[in-house]
């Protein structure tokens, strides 16, 4: 009678067999292709939100301050110059509040901004050049008081200037510094600052 042989079971671990994976086969979220489109575009995060919102409130601030015939002369939107302009005209404090927020979401438009931009920058040189003027003649004036020496470096420097006159200013206004501070008139001290003013413009 022939025996029925019984063959055992071996176990896929111990021949060294891997099972697929039922992930491998359907994970479509892998892929070694470099080309391949991320699945989620990166979204501006709060921060850079908050921080583009509070320049264009500062730019809107800027804006309004800017006179009306060099906002009339910027190539911005019709509705952002009657904007600003309304804003100028608002009294009360809650209107203005609601016209300035207006104002920084028509700024949103980056064709707006700009000009906004460069004409705020161009104003803040131009307040700077008359701060280093204003300072220049303080310097001059200081140094002519002290001393009638400081007209040969002020003619070397102003050619062309009336040095007379500014001498007789310097010494009029050394003068009157000499005197007790109650009868000092202040007169020729002014008149010798807006000598020097005047011939020192701010774009020298």
């Avoid at 707006?112 to 131009?126: C, K, S």
């Amino acid at each position: 009678m022939w025996g029925v042989r019984v063959v055992p079971r071996q176990d896929p671990c111990a021949t060294g067999t891997m099972i697929p994976s039922p992930m491998s086969a359907t994970d479509s979220n892998t892929s070694d292709d470099p080309h391949a489109a991320p699945r989620h575009a990166e979204a501006p995060s709060k921060t850079r939100l908050k921080q583009a919102s509070h320049e264009l409130q500062s730019l809107g601030e800027a804006a309004v301050a800017l006179p009306d015939d060099r906002l009339r002369g910027l190539a911005i939107s019709e509705s952002l110059l009657d904007a600003i302009l309304t804003f100028k005209k608002t009294r009360s404090h809650e209107g203005r509040r609601r016209q300035m927020q207006y104002i920084g979401k028509l700024m949103r438009r980056e064709e707006d901004a700009e000009p906004i931009r460069q004409a705020v920058a161009d104003l803040q040189l131009g307040r700077a050049k008359d701060s280093l003027a204003l300072h220049e003649a303080e310097r001059w004036r200081a140094e002519l008081l002290a001393s009638d020496d400081a007209l040969t470096r002020w003619a070397a420097q102003h050619p062309g200037s009336d040095t007379q006159q500014l001498r007789s200013l310097g010494r009029a206004a050394r003068k009157d510094a000499s005197l007790e501070p109650e009868k000092r008139s202040g007169r020729a001290f002014r008149e010798l600052f807006q000598f020097i003013r005047q011939t020192t413009p701010a774009n020298e």
